[in-house]
């Protein structure tokens, strides 16, 4: 798998942790958090998504202060990314 891909899909992983909350397995957030942590690292520019995954992964080790920095920074990156094809918002007459 494809670096880029595999993080989206450890964001992908954390998020739906986070969604399912108190419902899901106790060790889920565990899991999602660690393997956030061991993500192959990001590309020479990082795009939103991997400085996402990184501030998620920094906060879950290092705490809140720590990952503001590069929070903020995914904030910015995702700023200036144009949408994912994807991500546009389409309307259904």
């Known amino acids: 798998m494809a670096p880029e891909l595999s993080r989206?899909?450890?964001l992908e992983a954390i998020e739906a942790a986070a969604r399912a909350g108190r419902l899901s397995h106790p060790d889920l957030r565990q899991v999602a958090r660690r393997a956030a942590s061991e993500a192959p690292p990001a590309?020479?520019?990082?795009?939103?998504v991997d400085l996402l995954l990184d501030g998620y992964a920094t906060m879950f080790?290092?705490?809140?202060?720590a990952?503001?920095?590069i929070l903020a920074a995914a904030l910015?990156?995702?700023c200036d990314e144009p949408p994912?094809?994807?991500d546009?918002?389409?309307q259904l007459a």
């Open 88 to 90: 546009t918002n389409v």
């Open 67 to 69: 990952a503001a920095p």
């Open 76 to 78: 910015a990156a995702f």
């Open 43 to 48: 590309g020479e520019t990082p795009r939103g």
């Open 84 to 86: 994912a094809r994807n």
């Open 61 to 65: 080790t290092k705490g809140d202060a």
């Open 8 to 10: 989206e899909t450890y």
